[in-house]
T-cell receptor, first 116, second 109 residues
Framework: SAVISQKPSRDICQRGTSLTIQCQVDSQVTMMFWYRQQPGQSLTLIATANQGSEATYESGFVIDKFPISRPNLTFSTLTVSNMSPEDSSIYLC?????????????FGQGTRLTVV | GQNIDQPTEMTATEGAIVQINCTYQTSGFNGLFWYQQHAGEAPTFLSYNVLDGLEEKGRFSSFLSRSKGYSYLLLKELQMKDSASYLCAASDSNYQLIWGAGTKLIIKP
């Protein structure tokens, strides 16, 4: 199994500012993902963080708004840029040791973001 | 399109058995996952099915029928700590996870 440390656990930010969320895995993993989850709702995939190359974004999410870094096989960051109240949500980092999603994914504890 | 359906909420009694159903429609299929998520916490893995049939793991079992696009999670001998949301997720042809909205399970004494 993999243990994921995600920080910050929560933050309250002013609109127009940016927040960077960090995710550290205790072992090398092939795949890392960033999700957004509204309370009581499903997980929405923002992007797949690719090691050494640009992230792969899902429909509705763009690099300028959610820049992602993945410098190595154990670490990734997600930045929420130029925040607005609509960005208030829980952001989750996830990692999978396998090359494909046919193995279990592990999750960080999440970052609860409130934009005021 | 791709879709996962599961009930929004279920209520059961401590010590009883509950079955949470999940139906899926995906472009290709590479397995069905169940995760447990307590309020304010991250999802944790419960089970993975890629072949038809029942997989048993302690008090929890998961069933898959690929021809019907159907899965269920069976929880036996319910305990109060089982109160949580249960998320169903299907892996599509690109091995991307398609997530259901989750079923909130309420356990009553």
């Amino acid at each position: 199994s993999a243990v994921i440390s995600q920080k910050p656990s929560r933050d309250i930010c002013q609109r127009g500012t940016s927040l960077t969320i960090q995710c550290q895995v205790d072992s090398q993993v092939t795949m890392m993902f960033w999700y957004r989850q509204q309370p009581g709702q499903s997980l929405t995939l923002i992007a797949t963080a690719n090691q050494g190359s640009e992230a792969t974004y899902e429909s509705g999410f763009v690099i300028d708004k959610f820049p992602i870094s993945r410098p190595n096989l154990t670490f990734s960051t997600l930045t929420v840029s130029n925040m607005s109240p609509e960005d208030s949500s829980i952001y989750l980092c996830s990692a999978s040791p396998g090359a494909y999603m046919n193995t279990e994914a592990f999750f960080g504890q999440g970052t609860r973001l409130t934009v005021v | 399109g791709q879709n996962i359906d599961q009930p929004t909420e279920m209520t059961a009694t401590e010590g009883a058995i509950v079955q949470i159903n999940c139906t899926y429609q995906t472009s290709g299929f590479n397995g069905l996952f169940w995760y447990q998520q307590h309020a304010g916490e991250a999802p944790t893995f419960l089970s993975y099915n890629v072949l038809d049939g029942l997989e048993e793991k302690g008090r929890f079992s998961s069933f898959l029928s690929r021809s019907k696009g159907y899965s269920y999670l069976l929880l036996k001998e319910l305990q109060m700590k089982d109160s949580a949301s249960y998320l169903c997720a299907a892996s599509d042809s690109n091995y991307q996870l398609i997530w259901g909205a989750g079923t909130k399970l309420i356990i009553k004494p």
